[in-house]
């Protein structure tokens, strides 16, 4: 615990080192090089910061190189102004680049449709610009959780083959989105395209080498799940690329926002597990059509409040309470990034505590990616100024959570309390005025045999005992992967090395033929 705690103040060092430097080295004279935002947030924001000296293992020099080059190219692309009204309305219409589903480690894909890229010089800013507009749109949706790269490869030739394009392409995750990029599967590779993607493959680098992958169709399957695989490709996913919308939003939306759905415990009655599979189906299929129940905001939450009082302990109890916290600014959100899962009957169960952190009351909503596994109470209601809900999402029936799954909170200050209804309000409110925060589902299973060991013996092993140790071995698994990244390192420079000692034998060995055959009577 202790060089646990001390890595961390290492870190927090590293970081202030690094803005420092670069407000003393980078800023003085050349400020106009980048966009204010952008040098903002790198002040304000700790995780940025981290995701550059990570990618550059912990060096500050090459951290800052990279900072540097990175906020250029948001100033010179105009990054924090892309939005749908700045990109050609036929590049999203293409359907050449998206994002969509995820791998098995709960990565979402972005998918690289290779047959639809056609070479052109005069559209290539433009492509770049799509590119950075979606990477941009999902770090701010998703902050920290990587992508998983998909170059789909079916029916293409060298003539969509891009080398400049796809150099750009590894750049962004080489340099302007660091620690995003999780993995790069090309799938279905022709055998004349091996020349190229030799070439590519030396511009990743070692940091990047070991996440590059070839698949055929039936080897994909080993990185992602079928679910979210085309037919072509040997999967069930019948998804089609239309636009508009973009279709980069798996949540489901309720058709009736004010129905709550009820969790499920073991020891209801079958009556109460039917209604509660009703309210779960009236919540979230928007498939079905089903009338909305209007309910009066004031009258809702006074109704919920009466009976909340009684309820509320009895509802939590057994629900895994988050530990961390997300600031919003409409309300602030526990926990923070994920719900843990697992699959103890202790485990089933976790907490999401909404705190209104204004002076107006604040409407909530939850949806899901996963409607039919999870139950969610309360799945819509309002939160009172400078008050808390506790909302308890619970596993339906004997249902397994996957780390695909993802929770959506959304938030919009009230106006006009005891007049608006909460279907209405929902459907009037302007999206600009929406809060959003994403929770992913995180899965216990790695952890269970520890955690079985430890309640055998006298230590105490209570619900934060077992947060915390997972908190300890996530930190253990993120620095296994940075030693692991630093050997990765060391044995690419040991190839170098060996490389150029070869190359050296070959030139002496050139050399001496040549003074031999020098020396040799005419």
Request: glycine share 6%.
């Amino acid at each position: 615990m202790a060089e646990l705690e001390q890595g961390e103040q290492d870190l927090e060092k590293k970081i202030e080192e690094t803005r420092q430097r670069f407000k003393n080295e980078f800023l003085q004279d050349s400020a106009d090089k980048y966009d204010s935002r952008d040098v903002e947030r790198l002040q304000t924001d700790d995780g940025l910061v981290e995701g550059y000296l990570t990618w550059r293992l912990y060096v500050v020099d090459d951290a800052l190189k990279m900072i540097d080059e990175s906020l250029q190219w948001r100033k010179e692309f105009g990054v924090n102004d892309l939005s749908e009204s700045t990109i050609p309305r036929w590049m999203f219409e293409t359907g050449a680049v998206y994002l969509h589903g995820y791998d098995k480690e709960g990565n979402k894909l972005f998918w690289f449709k290779v047959k639809l890229h056609v070479k052109d010089t005069k559209t290539i800013l433009d492509k770049k610009k799509y590119v950075a507009f979606w990477l941009e749109r999902y770090a701010k949706k998703e902050p920290g959780m990587p992508l998983t790269v998909v170059f789909d490869m079916a029916e293409s030739g060298l003539s969509n083959i891009d080398m400049e394009f796809v150099k750009y392409v590894i750049n962004c995750f080489k340099v302007y989105y660091p620690k995003f990029l999780s993995k790069m599967i090309i799938v279905d590779m022709p055998w004349i395209m091996n020349a190229a993607w030799r070439i590519v493959k030396s511009w990743l680098g070692p940091e990047a080498i070991s996440k590059l992958k070839f698949a055929s169709k039936s080897e994909v399957q080993m990185f992602i799940g079928p679910e979210y695989l085309p037919p072509h490709m040997g999967g069930t996913d019948l998804f089609k690329y239309s636009y508009p919308p973009l279709p980069d939003d798996d949540f489901q939306t309720p058709i009736c926002d004010n129905g709550p759905i009820v969790s499920e415990d073991e020891t209801e009655s079958k009556e109460g597990e039917m209604e509660g599979k009703d309210a779960l189906e009236s919540s979230f299929n928007s498939e079905v059509a089903v009338k909305p129940k209007k309910v009066n905001f004031l009258e809702d939450s006074l109704r919920a409040e009466d009976n909340d009082k009684g309820d509320t302990s009895a509802r939590t109890k057994g629900a895994r309470k988050p530990l961390t916290t997300f600031k919003g600014p409409l309300l602030d959100v526990s926990p923070a990034e994920e719900l843990s899962f697992g699959s103890g009957e202790t485990e089933k169960k976790c907490l999401i505590i909404l705190s209104n952190v204004t002076k107006n009351q604040v409407a909530f909503k939850v949806r899901t990616t996963a409607p039919e596994k999870y139950r969610v109470k309360p799945s819509s209601s309002c939160c009172e100024p400078g008050a808390s809900v506790d909302i308890v999402v619970s596993l339906h029936g004997g249902s397994q959570a996957s780390p695909q799954d993802r929770f959506l909170v959304m938030a919009a200050e009230m106006d006009n309390v005891g007049s608006q209804e909460l279907a209405q309000f929902w459907k009037e409110v302007p999206k600009t005025k929406i809060m959003e925060h994403r929770l992913r589902c995180h899965v216990l299973e790695s952890v269970k045999p520890t955690v079985s060991l430890l309640r055998d013996s006298p230590v105490d092993t209570g619900t934060n005992g077992q947060q915390e140790l997972n908190t300890v071995l996530m930190r253990m698994m993120a620095s296994n992967s940075r030693l692991e990244q630093k050997l990765s390192t060391c044995l690419w420079v040991q190839k170098v090395l060996i490389g150029l000692v070869l190359v050296l034998m070959v030139l002496n060995l050139l050399c001496l033929y040549l003074l031999g055959t020098a020396q040799r009577p005419s």
